[in-house]
Nanobody, 122 residues
């Protein structure tokens, strides 16, 4: 099993910054992609940013140039640095990790964090 613990959410004024973190622990053999999603009220969950083990990153168009995803593979931790925050960034942010547990023979499985609230006031 894999446990994901998120932190760093909160209330910030427009133009401000926050850094989210997500630490993965458990019977992890290897971590593939680490991702951040968000879900605003009455909207579908959307991919915000992703970073593969090979270093490839991709971002939602709405956050390009403002958000940065980075990983500390030694700690199995992924971060999301959010700058120039806008009210429309308000959402619950979820960490998602694709990982193999216990051995290379296991399939890649998807794990989710509990979510952390980010609220940006105007």
């Amino acid at each position: 099993q894999v446990q994901l613990v998120e932190s760093g959410g909160g209330l910030v004024q427009a133009g401000g910054s926050l850094r989210l973190s997500c630490a993965a622990s458990g019977s992890i053999f290897s971590v593939n992609s680490m991702r951040w999603y968000r879900q605003a009220p009455e909207k579908q969950r959307e991919l915000v940013a992703a970073k593969t083990s090979g270093g490839t990153t991709n971002y939602a168009d709405s956050v390009k140039g403002r958000f940065t995803i980075f990983r500390d593979d030694a700690k199995n931790t992924v971060y999301l640095q959010m700058n120039s925050l806008k009210p429309e960034d308000t959402a619950v942010y979820y960490c998602n990790v694709l990982a193999r547990i216990r051995s290379a023979a296991q399939p890649v499985t998807s794990w989710w964090g509990q979510g952390t609230q980010v609220t940006v006031s105007s």
